[in-house]
């Protein structure tokens, strides 16, 4: 029963994207433009929240590495 319905519904999508019209809209340039500033801001904001997780994972990889360096240097002294 749920595979009728299924192809109903891929049925449907089907014809919704199959039939169009005419919109008649634009783009003024001040949607453009805040447009790119919102995907700029994303990024921004992905940069910024990532950093930090970042730096705390390299401290930490650099202080396991570190200690396994120091030691051997410790053994063949």
Do not use: H, W
């Not at 994303?42 to 970042?54: M, R, S, T």
């Not at 650099?62 to 410790?74: A, V, Y």
Request: proline share 3%; hydrophobic share 45%; charged share 20%.
């Amino acid at each position: 029963m749920s595979d009728k319905l299924l192809n109903k519904f891929f049925l449907f999508i089907i014809i919704i994207l199959c039939i169009t019209s005419d919109a008649y809209a634009y783009i003024d340039p001040g949607t453009g433009s805040f447009i790119i500033q919102s995907i700029l801001a994303i990024g921004g904001a992905i940069v910024f929240y990532l950093g930090y997780p970042i730096r705390i994972l390299k401290n930490i990889y650099n202080r396991i590495f570190k200690k396994k360096s120091d030691s051997k240097e410790n053994q063949t002294k």
